[in-house]
């Protein structure tokens, strides 16, 4: 049988690689000399230990972090458009994988998607909300910087869960240099809202604790939101007021 994958462009086969787990991508390096530097040339990173393949190639939490270390190291600078990182307990995000992530995440200037799921002692540094050519930012189980300035012109997807800082996070001011956001999910916030108009014009997709509403807003084109609220049919009433094309509301109420 011909081998049709190794027929293709350089390019064609990177992309296609993008779509695996990183260890499986390095793994590819075996199959001939010139699929031994190829991996270095794909541009996403993608090491998840909840995926159930993971420990298959990687057996301890030691080997995750040096594996992810190495794996930055060896692709030296060249630039990633993915950025995908969820490790289960603070023993997998050593110092030396903080600094290196941050570096090569800083430099590669092209990130489109950045998901990470790590623990409260990986701090995000607040240059990530002025990444320009972000499309998707996950973050769970994080500490945030000071946010001061945001800047994000082509972000459609942002979740952020279980997020601590060491001041109240302006959701608000958050969401007002996003304004092209198609779907957004916040839980866990430690945040206050200041009294400003949020407009959303291209949110479509919603979930949030009742806390974290802006008090004045206007998301016009919502079709979907999620509430996890105290029974309060008041606020309720008032989203609705908010969201005039709205087709499903998900209602989840916490027990007083």
Known sequence: MADL??????????????????????????????????????????FDTFNKYFWLLIDSSNKFSSSVCSFLVRRGDQPFYKFRLKGFSSMDVTECMKTQIWTTVSESGRVQILDLYCD?????????????????????????????????????????????????????????????????????????????????????????????????FDFHNLVQIQLNVFPDWLLILKVLNHCPKLQILVICFYKV
Not at 8 to 20: A, H, K, N, T
Request: a neutral charge; glycine letters at 2%.
């Open 5 to 46: 994958i190794s027929s293709l462009p350089d390019e064609i086969i990177c992309y296609i690689l993008s779509f695996l787990p990183s260890q499986q991508v390095v793994a590819t390096s075996v199959l001939s000399k010139r699929w031994n530097l190829l991996w270095r040339f794909v541009p996403s990173l993608d």
């Open 120 to 216: 409260w002692d990986t701090e995000i540094p607040s240059v990530v909300f002025s990444f320009k050519t972000l499309v998707a930012l996950k973050l769970n189980f994080i500490t945030m910087e000071y946010i001061s300035f945001v800047d994000l012109p082509l972000l459609k997807i942002l979740h952020l869960k279980n997020i601590i800082s060491p001041i109240e996070i302006d959701l608000s001011h958050i969401l007002s240099g996003c304004p092209n956001l198609e779907e957004l999910k916040v839980k866990g916030l430690i945040s206050r809202t200041i009294e400003k108009f949020i407009r959303l014009p291209k949110l479509v997709r919603a979930s949030m604790d009742d806390v974290l509403l802006p008090l004045n």
